[in-house]
């Protein structure tokens, strides 16, 4: 792999410095806050002026600069250089260097993308409830956790990702209870029966759908009711055989409907383990936590004090953890901190993600300090990546109209409409059969989907707009996808006519410019890894998508009057935009259809 364009720039800058005699880290290059004037800039100069007035010394930044600018001229990395404001160095690269590093991206199939030595990395995402529907607040988890998931894998790392299930919570003492009420006569329901349940399951995910909220909304009315599922909950966790036995079915069931759902979105798990999973392993885990002396006994609760302060009196910030509530039952702290035992003992990884809605910061936090106080894992070893919720236009967590919760299936169909509607709008696909005008319309629906979620910074809430997020104008998915889609076009035509790519040639600015676009993938890339932030990701394509735009406009590629040489650079830089643009496009879970 050839080194970037700034990195080239840099390494001049640096030996120009190191040659005044100042630190060559005050040469260090980076993208311009005006791109209109440069691509680059350096503004080492004011450093140098502060150093040189520290030890009582006379100095100018633009001086230095001038120096600096002096020392560089003639090097064949540069194309131009010009002092502005204070001291800052505009830098335009040499033309050779781009179309040199344009002709090394051309060759390298992963179009400037480094691979790492890789880390062993968790990403815990999805966390969908057995036997409820997936519904609005299930999506940005699903569509973040995806992505992190993919690029980390492309950056080199060996990622596992788990949906890590809500499984063993109040909710399946409310289901178990509800159906005992609904069909008493199940030989689940008979205690004395220990074994041989049949392997048919009692219910459908319609019925689950519907006897969670109803047990849910009675025990919200009726203490009573919430006291029959509070102790069917005690029985499962207990081991009683029919229980688990229905709870298998529900679980077996459960995944079955989330990989449709999931499957819609493009989002696959390595692992689909939940917190009953992990249920055996919590007795020996308490076991051990006592022993280390970490728990406290707190009114017949079993917790573990986290707070940064030991003495009780002065504990304020940081609630304790519960591993058990007095009343014996274990909780969602109990499970999340069993499931890092099981990782450490079954994967051992170097790190955890958890992407989970932020208003749970505080449960990780919590989970985090146990963990690294029971000596599991460290402290960098496991990361809480919050994110804000999807909002209606009253700016209120999106529901559906009459204000119900709004499911995940029907809210992806209200996207592929939303598409269709576009595609026939802008006269997209009119001669095309319903199944590929099917197809695309969803590949739009969900590119539309995605990327809407995945540009915003992660911890910021956002309005759902399915009329700005399907719009092929804009910073959009539609656009996107059309962008690669026309390359696609340009490519067939090419093949039609003859004309094959050759080695990149820059002469126009729109080129040199696109190249740069280009080069910045790998900086996007690792970026996006330090930041867990994908928005950066998505940003690099969009600029990617318009230095595209820009040259398709300034530099005919197939004209006849445009030469054969330039034809050929034309389009093996047309070639190389697409492939990363794929690539790019893969990371955050956007496919391309062939035509539009
Ligand atoms: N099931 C949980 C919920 O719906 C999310 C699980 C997140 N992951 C975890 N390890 N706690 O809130």
Redesign the pocket.
């Known amino acids: 792999m050839s080194i970037s364009v700034l990195d080239v720039l840099s390494a001049a800058f640096a030996s120009a410095f190191e040659a005044l005699g100042f630190a060559p880290e005050l040469g260090a290059v980076r993208e311009s806050d005006r791109p209109d004037l440069a691509p680059f800039q350096c503004n080492g100069a004011m450093a140098a002026a502060g150093v040189l007035k520290k030890k009582g010394e006379k100095a100018n930044p633009r001086d230095i600069a001038a120096q600096i600018v002096e020392k560089l001229s003639g090097h064949s990395a540069i194309g131009g250089l010009e002092i502005a404001g204070p001291g800052f160095i505009n830098i335009l690269p040499e033309d050779a260097l781009v179309a040199e590093r344009a002709n090394n991206l051309l060759a390298d199939e992963r179009a400037g993308a480094g691979i790492l030595d890789g880390q062993k990395i968790v990403i ?1 995402y999805g ?1 969908a ?1 057995v036997a409820k529907p997936m519904h609005v607040g299930h999506l940005r988890s699903a569509v973040i956790g995806e992505s992190l998931k993919r690029l980390l894998r492309f950056r080199g790392h060996d990622v596992i990702g788990d949906v ?1 299930l ?1 499984d063993w919570g109040l909710q399946m003492g409310h289901l178990i209870s509800e159906l005992e009420d609904e069909q008493p006569g199940l030989i689940y329901f008979d205690a004395t029966v220990t074994e041989g349940f049949p392997a048919e399951s009692p219910v459908t995910m319609d019925d689950m759908a519907r006897l969670y909220p109803a047990a849910s909304s009675k025990s919200k009315a009726d203490p009573e009711r919430l006291k029959t599922s509070q102790i069917a909950t005690a029985d499962l966790q207990s081991g009683r055989p029919g229980y688990r036995a229905l709870l298998e079915h529900f679980i077996r069931i459960s995944i079955e409907y989330l990989k449709i759902g999931y499957g819609e979105l493009g989002v696959t798990f390595d692992l689909w383990k939940g917190e009953a999973a992990v249920d055996p392993l919590i007795p020996d885990m308490i076991e051990e936590m006592k022993s280390k002396g970490i728990t406290e006994d707190s009114d017949g609760a079993l917790i573990v004090p986290v707070d940064e302060n030991w003495d009780p009196e002065k504990r304020k910030g940081l609630p304790p953890v519960m591993l058990k509530s007095s009343a014996g039952a274990v909780l969602y702290h109990t499970t ?1 901190l069993a ?1 890092l035992v099981d990782r450490k003992n079954e994967i051992d990884p170097d790190l955890i993600l ?1 992407v ?1 809605d932020q208003r ?1 910061a505080t449960h990780f936090k919590q989970v985090f300090k146990a963990a690294e106080l029971a000596g599991w894992f460290g402290a960098d070893q496991l990361e809480h990546l919050g994110f804000g919720t999807v909002n209606g236009p009253d700016g209120k967590p999106f529901t559906t109209r009459d204000g119900g919760v709004l499911r995940l299936a029907d809210l992806t169909q209200m996207m592929r409409d939303a598409a269709y509607k576009r595609l026939e709008e802008n006269g997209i696909g009119k001669d095309f059969d319903a199944d590929e005008l099917a197809d695309i319309a969803d590949k739009v629906g969900m590119a539309a989907l995605k990327f809407a979620d995945l540009q915003n910074q992660r911890l910021t809430n956002y309005i759902f707009d399915v009329d700005r997020f399907t719009a092929f104008e804009g910073k959009t998915g539609p656009y996107l996808l059309y962008a690669a889609v026309r390359i696609k076009s340009l490519l067939r035509n090419a093949a039609d006519k003859g004309v094959s790519a050759g080695p990149i040639q820059v002469s126009h600015k729109s080129e040199a410019a696109l190249v740069l676009s280009l080069d910045a993938f790998d900086r996007a890339l690792a970026q996006t890894e330090a930041k867990r932030a994908p928005h950066i990701l998505c940003e690099h394509i969009y600029r990617l998508s318009q230095s595209f735009s820009r040259f398709y406009t300034d530099c005919p590629i197939l004209a006849d009057s445009t030469e054969e040489h330039l034809k050929a650079s034309r389009l093996s830089l047309a070639e190389l935009t697409l492939r990363q643009l794929k690539l790019g496009l893969d990371i955050i879970g956007i496919e391309v259809p062939e035509r539009m």
């Open positions: 815990d966390g409830n890590h809500g999340d499931t958890y989970v749970q």
